[in-house]
């Protein structure tokens, strides 16, 4: 069952990509390998976002067919002091290629379980009149 806390830890995916975005949207490769601060922000935010990942259920998890869902649950593993200075092109590439599709599918799930909470079950629980 999916639960409010899907809800909010797609939120947190959503708003850790936002602040890698904002960091890195003026940025070219070069700026990025020089920027200490950014690289540290990126690497928070990834491990955000695979901690958040990991919280969420089993049964989201299984309906997010278009992501690679563990993929995504290794980011937990973006030490700052390892991963960054290791291969800034692996890390470059994320940012500018796999965050945002990340984001928009995370977007779009949230959406449609948002519609979904949009009709309660107890409209269910109702009896049709003129059955009886």
Do not use: C
Not at 21 to 33: I, K, L, V, W
Not at 40 to 57: E, H, P, Y
């Amino acid at each position: 069952m999916i639960t409010e806390e899907d809800q909010v830890h797609l939120q947190n995916i959503s708003n850790a990509i936002l602040e890698i975005e904002s960091y890195t949207q003026y940025e070219d490769f070069n700026q990025f390998t020089r920027e200490e601060e950014t690289k540290a922000v990126v690497s928070r935010n990834l491990m955000q976002i695979g901690g958040a990942t990991k919280l969420l259920s089993d049964d989201l998890k299984n309906r997010l067919a278009d992501m690679d869902v563990r993929v995504m649950e290794l980011l937990t593993n973006a030490d700052y002091n390892y991963y960054v200075e290791r291969d800034h092109h692996t890390l470059w590439n994320i940012i500018k290629n796999d965050l945002p599709r990340i984001r928009e599918m995370v977007n779009t799930v949230s959406e449609k379980l948002n519609r979904e909470e949009d009709f309660p079950s107890e409209l269910e629980d109702r009896p049709e009149k003129g059955l009886e």
